[in-house]
């Protein structure tokens, strides 16, 4: 795909996320979504079932999510019954704990934390990438969520040579809360990313090749 990126940021930026979303399935190339069913992953899910009810949405499901994640995502799927496709790493949490010795920190082990991310986030997303072979990845990634967010815009190329697609990339928490009050989404109160160590960091998937 040759695109402007610069001409169709410019473009898409007042663009709603609904019309953002239908703009990328009207390219006519393979895409997927993904999510992560955090606190506030009703939001993406709704608009691309809304918009694109066919389209595959990936979970790399970790296998370290808390029992209120897992509830509400029985929730969402059951509401909005996304076309998901489930991604588990090949080893399970319980063998894990034992060889690493639970969740290793980045400040105490660096090479053992990012091994630990390749195995539970990053090989899984990859795998899933390697199954539906996208094109196009429409992501709810937000400009005011990481440092490295803040360098990128609705429309990005991902490492991997995936133009990466972010409907919602100027709303602002605000934006979302009201959004979620709107369609009276469900939202789990405990969410646990196991390759973050702060809110602002971010996790391997967008800044991997």
Known sequence: ?????????????????????????????????????????????????????????????????????YRVAEKLIKLLKPNLKVYIPEMTAERRNALMGGIPHPDDNAELHAEFTRQVKLEPFNRAIADIKPKIWISGIRKEETAFRQSLDVLSWDG??????????????????????????????????????????????????
């Open 160 to 209: 991997r040579g995936i133009l990466k697609v972010a409907p919602i990339f100027y709303w602002s928490e605000a934006d979302v809360q009201r959004y979620m009050d709107q369609h009276e989404l469900p939202t789990c109160k405990h969410y646990f990313d196991p390759t973050k160590v702060a809110e602002n960091r971010e996790c391997g998937l967008h800044t991997s090749a």
């Open 1 to 69: 795909m040759e695109l402007d990126l610069d001409a169709l940021n410019a473009e898409l930026r007042d663009k709603s996320a609904e019309d953002i979303i239908r703009w990328a399935v009207s390219l006519g190339e393979p895409a997927m979504a993904s999510t992560s069913f955090s606190q506030n992953a009703a939001v993406m899910l709704k608009l691309v079932t809304d918009c694109a009810p066919e389209l595959p949405i990936v979970w790399a499901d970790s296998g370290y999510n808390v029992p209120d994640t």
